[in-house]
Nanobody, 121 residues
Framework: QVQLVESGGGSVQAGGSLRLSCAAS????????AGWYRQAPGKQRELVAA???????NYADSVRGRFTISRDNAKNTVYLQMNSLKPEDTAVYYC???????????????WGHGTQVTVSS
């Protein structure tokens, strides 16, 4: 089973930036789409951004224009650049591999342990 390891989280003030990384134990990202999710306390996990094999991207309305998802297939790694962070971005961030069904991103079953992002006002 593919293992996914997220890193790069931390504590920042509002307006700051962080870059998250997701490393896969196998070359899953060279044959799959990828996505970043987040889950805040007491809330459901939500899709933040996704990227297709061709490099097409989808973003949640709440992060569009501030976050950028990218991939490096040679390194089996997916990134999430987060700029202009807001307190409401505070959550545990998870990545996974998946596929697109029409325009909808569908995750596979493997999840990492996540990385905590905390944004203070």
């Amino acid at each position: 089973q593919v293992q996914l390891v997220e890193s790069g989280g931390g504590s920042v003030q509002a307006g700051g930036s962080l870059r998250l990384s997701c490393a896969a134990s196998q070359s899953i990202f060279s044959i799959s789409a990828a996505g970043w999710y987040r889950q805040a306390p007491g809330k459901q996990r939500e899709l933040v951004a996704a990227i297709s094999l061709a490099g097409l991207t989808n973003y949640a309305d709440s992060v569009r224009g501030r976050f950028t998802i990218s991939r490096d297939n040679a390194k089996n790694t997916v990134y999430l650049q987060m700029n202009s962070l807001k307190p409401e971005d505070t959550a545990v961030y998870y990545c996974n591999a998946g596929r697109f069904s029409s325009s909808d991103y569908v995750p596979y079953s493997s999840w990492g342990h996540g990385t905590q992002v905390t944004v203070s006002s």
